[in-house]
């Protein structure tokens, strides 16, 4: 299929014409003069009259400069011209601009070979002129299949329901070609503007337009779109569920399918899953795939770049070396340069990983003589510290700084500061290497500085910017680091603070509803044309620094106007303030909780709290309890143990209490002797612990750690969990204040075993390959239970078909306790995509009876807790200083201050029994939410059936535990 978005216009169009009937007496002069110019332009071209032709165009135009160039040249090739039609359908005038919609049939043979010309010759064609004007008169400026503009009028629309009304209007557009360029338009939209939102219902608008054709072509290639937007959204699932359907239909399409690149899209979107095993599979699928055509060696080795990406991800050194190897054979065989450094890149990156340090330099440095002469600067700046990383392993802090400092001005020269900060944070560590500590500060404050300034920049959704920032915590880590070596205390606290939870933070500060309802509709016009202006220029920013062909004069003007679109939008923001000045409190930020301050979080003389540093070569365990004279105490300690492997212990842990192994004894009390004995003495006769934790420590259950005495943590203490101190004060704020929201008497409402369709069960299996969606009776007893325990007149609960998706969204704001009890669904690389399972109204199209955590964190709950009695639920992403991401920090940001949720998959009837015990001791009133959870968690730990830590070792309280 011959789609006009998807041709070449090399040359200045091959196109057919036909001659319209005389015009009427009462048609204006412009519509005169621009009809007279196109048939000219036609007509010029059947007799090869390039003046004639030329004359037709404008000058200044890009496309009349390049005909003007390349015309009458170009005609040498054709051969027996001839306009068979020229119709004029429309003639559209305004503000010295035209557009002539018309329909063309030009036949031309190729002198070379007298068969037909391609492209838009020998067939009819719907093309639209766009004519400007001057003092010369109307002169053609460009012209555009009439598919691709209708589709770019209807994309830059606010809604499908103003799409449809306008393609009603317009029904003789919609053809296969149109649909095929919708579906481009919109992807467009996502990768140009940044607005993947308006991406998505463009690109969804085009894929029901290609079902009602019945075009088979359209709908795979619309499917394919999809899924790129969905891949840039995070949802991963419907991301790889649209490129299945894409394979498929390529499949179908027999020799007019391409399943290679299907293949090779369904293996990102599985690697993007962390399911690299089966990424392999794809690509290599893709690689062996001849069909229609052998793929081009450029093709080859973009797919075995990415098979050597997937291997490294999963220690697979041996694939890694195999695929490696061969990637630089084809790359050097076709002396395609980027593909040489990245299989040289790869060859140190798997000596780095065997220790070898001397042999991954060696590779490191040969992919940097072979970049020599790229002007890819940001490939030059990775390289650079690439170098300065394995110096510093290898102790060479001299030569580590010398490639760092290469690297931050390399950052700077192009402008780009997300190239700088983490230059300069391995600047710092060479410096610490030479223990020339003021000079390490220096750095780390000017990184941070640099952070901060992005920061206050970012644009975007709430996951977003903590996807942005989560690789960005290394900075504040090494200085919180570096100040407890150097004996700071205060200060090591108050970096460590500002390192964490600084999204959560924002949100929490703020009030996310009342900022829309504050703007006029005006302003959410100029803010979204702003922001998406400022996230277009990144986009292509980043594109330029990584194209080795860019020229600088282009990427300085293209930084320059970021730099204006940057100073727009804040000049925007200030406007607002101005106008709003509600909005100042609404989305300000605010101070790091300070050590005295703390002393509001610990409830009586029996609290403490432990918060913990993780930087790469070691933690720092920050423990304060209240003193005498109600100034908290604080004190820090080292913990001597790299990050890597801290964290492949804690994994081992957690996994010998989720399969309830039964040697789990002698590591949990390793652990505890590693992580909670250098403050021990502190903590001796703590009732009530707080933890921050940080890092892989996010996995570890403490509550579950055991002492050299054989008591476990919980039946000492009751152990609750925070993101952040200054996090954990808003939310014990922002409590009171929902209380007066609740209806009176709405005390409990809960959701069990929701009957699940077909539809939700069969997404969710393709995706999550080893979740089994098997029926829940006993969280059906559990919510039953919850029932009685409440009383009927407190309480709502939801079971079988009646548990459904917008009956939580509708119903659960006003509730002082939340349960779900249902399937939960990890999904742990894009974790606001994680979900608890519902049952699905068919009549409701809007709902797919999936909660996603993205979904959560927009319902405004005015609860005290939520309880998320499924699977996984208190886990997610570990992002470096935000914490877990994933189910309980949609949560909080939702306005519920604490939650309750798993670190793995329970047993049920255990989960059953602790759930009822957990709500019995709340109702008594006597305890707090961390107290009745561990006297929960003891019941069990007393029940001979239930004593391993496994049935409830997994359970924990985040957020105000009071």
Sequence with gaps: MAHLSRLSRTLCLTITLVVLPLFAVSQSNDEVELRALTEKFFRSWEKLDADGYLSVWSKTSDEGKANWARVPKSWTVYDKTELKKLEIHKILVSNGKATVRLTVHFAALNKQNGKPMGGFMNRDAKLSFLFAKNEEGWLLDSWVGTSSQFAAELAALGTNAERRALIATHRDLVDAAFVSDLGAGGLDIGSRDGDYPRALEVTKLALELAEELGDKDVISQTHSFLASIYLRLGDMALALLSDLKHLELELELGDKGNPRNARNSIGVSYAVLGDYSRAIDYYEQSLNTTWPRPASPEGQTRVLGNILTSALEMGDLEKAKQTAAKLFEIAQKHNIKPEIVRSFLGFGDMKREEK?????????????????????????????????????????YSAALTYAQNATEIARKIGVPDLSWDSQLSAARAFIGLKEYAKAKAELNEAIATIENMRTRSIGSEAAQQLYFSTKAGPYLELAALQAILGEKNEAFATSEAAKARVLLSLLAGNRTPIAKSMTEEERRQERALASRVSALNVQVQGMNRNPSADGVTVGKLNADLSAARAEYESFQTGLHVAHPELRSLRGGMSEISVADTATLLAKRSSAIVEFVNAPDKTIVVVITAGASKNPNLKLAPIEIKRAELARRINDFRSSLETGALDFQKTSRELYGLVMKPVERELAGVSDLIIVPDGPLWDLPFQALMDEKGKFLAEKMAVSYAPSLTALNEMKKKAASRRSKRSAGAELIAFGNPILSNETSTRVKRVF?????????????????LSKIYGAAKSKVYVGAAAREEVAKKEVPNYRVVQFATHGILNNLSPMYSHLVFAKDDKNPNEDGLLEAWELKDLELNADMVILSACDTARGRISAGEGIIGMTWASFIAGAPSTVASQWKVESSSTTELMLEFHRQLLSGKVSKAEALRRAQLKLMRDPKYRHPSYWGAWVIVGDAS
Excluded at 360 to 381: C, I, P, Q
Excluded at 769 to 785: F, I, S, T, Y
Aim: aromatic letters at 6%; a negative charge.
């Design 356 to 396: 070898d340090f001397p042999a991954a330099r060696e590779f490191y440095l040969k992919a940097a003589e072979n970049h020599k002469g790229s002007r890819d600067d940001g490939r030059t700046n990775f390289i650079q510290k690439k170098l300065a990383e394995i110096e510093i392993l290898s102790g060479n």
């Design 769 to 785: 390959m080893n979740e089994k969606l098997e029926p829940l009776p006993e969280a059906e007893r559990l919510v039953n239970g």
